[in-house]
């Protein structure tokens, strides 16, 4: 079962502790546990909009993509690259960023496999994320928090993966242990690049995010990995296309030719970063 320990409260940063449904600070602030087990760690004011991050219509059309494991190639190469010896003796791994929990569960899956002994933590910004991602992972503490102000202590974490989200990196270096892994999982430039060559009359250049690295960190391993898969399905393709930033940017010319598609391969290119916080 999921944990929910050594936690911080969201707005004073003082220790949580579980009382029956709730967690409380020595403050009197406190934060009750939903039905699934997740908890809301995002005060209002910290909200900057009345329902941030994805819809429970968005959300859903991303669990059930992924739950088609077109993207399960991403997380055979998230452990293929995971550097061995953080491993050796358990990992406490912060997914920033969860979505709806698909990748935090495979992995987590995947390491008790091999006996590795995990504890796992996923953080969103939208409860409707966590509210599924609750469903899906009982071993996981869900949290609906911002990665600007994670409500954790510092050097809560061992390795903090975030996958197509936003980093905050002073956050992210407070929250990990004195050599802490962060996992930046990206897309390259050939992703869905048949998908985007229908959505707009022209592709941008690719711009690398991050050129001059990161501060606070240092870069241990950089993979790149490209497959193809098939989409067989108009819904298959509305799936995909409403869980990107394209449904948002694309041409409504764009987004009517997609319409009349009912199968495409695609090509997914995905950009794989490992870094270590530094030392001091």
Known sequence: ????????????????????????????????????????????????????????EMVAARQTFLNQQHYFPIVKTILSSWPKGDLLNGVRILDAGCGEGYYLNEIGKALLDQDISIERTGLDISKWAITAASK?????????????????????????????????????????????LLLLVESGPDHLIELREILYPSIHDYKQTFPEGVEGFELVL???????????????????????????????DGREAVKQL???????????????????
Not at 15 to 22: I, K, T
Not at 44 to 51: A, G, L, P
Request: charged share 25%.
């Open 262 to 280: 009912n199968s495409i391969n695609l090509t997914a290119d995905i950009k794989f970063r490992w870094y270590r916080k530094k030392l001091g």
């Open 222 to 252: 950089e993979k790149a990995e490209t497959y193809v898969f098939t989409l067989n399905s108009q819904t298959e393709i509305e799936q995909l296309l409403s869980m990107t930033p394209h449904i948002h940017k694309a041409s409504y």
């Open 136 to 180: 899906r992972d009982k071993g996981v503490s869900w949290l609906v928090g911002s990665n600007a102000s994670l409500p954790v202590p510092s050097e809560r974490f061992d390795a903090i993966l975030c996958l197509f989200g936003f980093p905050v990196f002073s956050e992210f270096s407070r929250v990990l242990s004195e050599t802490g």
């Open 1 to 56: 079962m999921s944990t929910l320990e050594n936690l911080s409260c969201p707005i004073d940063a003082a220790p949580l502790s579980r009382v029956e449904r709730s967690l409380k600070c020595e403050h009197g602030h406190t934060y009750d546990l939903a039905k699934t087990g997740y908890v809301n760690l995002l005060p209002v004011q910290n909200k900057r909009s009345k329902d941030p991050g994805d819809s429970k």
